[in-house]
């Protein structure tokens, strides 16, 4: 039995990863499309802060997804597992890396590793979006869990300040052209994708829950066939410190500069540390 069976799931819960697991299991191939492209500015950005301190140390990624994230942190560190809750995501990463450590396991329950066991925890792509808010929580828990006194975790999160949390629908791009040729399949590429978020928006916008706090919306990635979690700056500080994660925040803006809540971008790095053992 895998270890994400496990997990007690209210009947939200399980809506949640049911549509999201379901959205994963067939983007293997898009996510591998742009493992050449490396860290994003974000995420670049993020890293160079703790390189230093994290160089040669442990490092875990979590939602590893087709292998992005491996090849950088490999190169800041060796000791390096990759973790995704998706089979075919982490049998996708094992032929790619052969070498590499990649195990199959949910964010929300890393018992297999003991506590202080990474000097870094990196998830990426707004992975921490993809669970429900008792979920997001028990990630939070066991990210400090797992930490290493000073050791350090990156995460982007869904920007709740932002066009995109405030967008009710958004069409598919068409890129114009006076060629006939292609102007006839662009359409129908165009009209097929459109009536495909439509029907995910009708079916899926019932599970969307608003709060003070955050939000869960059926957002437009992967054609809004996935429910993602929304938060502000603000209230994002306040979990980091209710989790014991809030000591020497920094928050990055798409572009990899330093920014704070007036930020608009659609997502937000986020770089904080669990706090030094006392001396």
Request: proline share 4%.
């Amino acid at each position: 039995m895998s270890r994400d069976t496990l997990l007690p799931m209210s009947e939200a819960t399980a809506a949640v990863d049911r549509i999201n697991r379901r959205a994963m299991q067939g983007s293997v191939s898009e996510y591998d499309a742009i493992v050449g492209e490396g860290l994003n500015s974000q995420e670049r950005a993020a890293l160079e802060l703790v390189r230093e301190d994290v160089a040669g140390g442990r490092i875990l990624d979590l939602g590893v997804g087709a292998g992005r994230t491996v090849a950088p942190l490999l190169a800041v560190s060796e000791q390096y597992v990759g973790v995704d809750y998706m089979p075919e995501m982490v049998e996708h990463c094992r032929k790619q890396f052969r070498g590499v450590r990649f195990e199959r396991m949910d964010a929300r329950v890393l018992d297999a590793f003991p506590a202080e066991s990474f000097d870094l925890v990196f998830f990426s792509c707004n992975g921490i979006c993809m669970v429900d808010h008792a979920g997001r929580l028990a990630i939070l828990s066991e990210v400090q869990r797992v930490l290493a006194p000073g050791g350090a975790f990156i995460f982007s999160t869904c920007n709740r300040n932002s066009s995109q949390y405030e967008a009710v629908f958004r069409f598919p791009t068409f890129a114009a052209t006076r060629n006939p040729l292609k102007w006839v399949p662009r359409a129908a590429r165009f009209l097929r994708q459109t009536l495909v978020r439509a029907r995910n928006r009708l079916r899926l916008r019932a599970h969307e829950i608003r709060t003070p706090e955050y939000a869960m919306l059926n957002d437009v990635c992967h054609h809004y066939s996935t429910m993602l979690y929304f938060i502000d700056l603000q209230s994002q500080l306040k979990q980091l410190e209710r989790a014991g994660l809030a000591h020497g925040v920094f928050v990055f803006d798409l572009a990899g500069r330093p920014t704070d809540g007036a930020c608009r971008d659609g997502t937000l790095t986020f770089v904080t540390r669990k706090p030094a053992a006392p001396r």
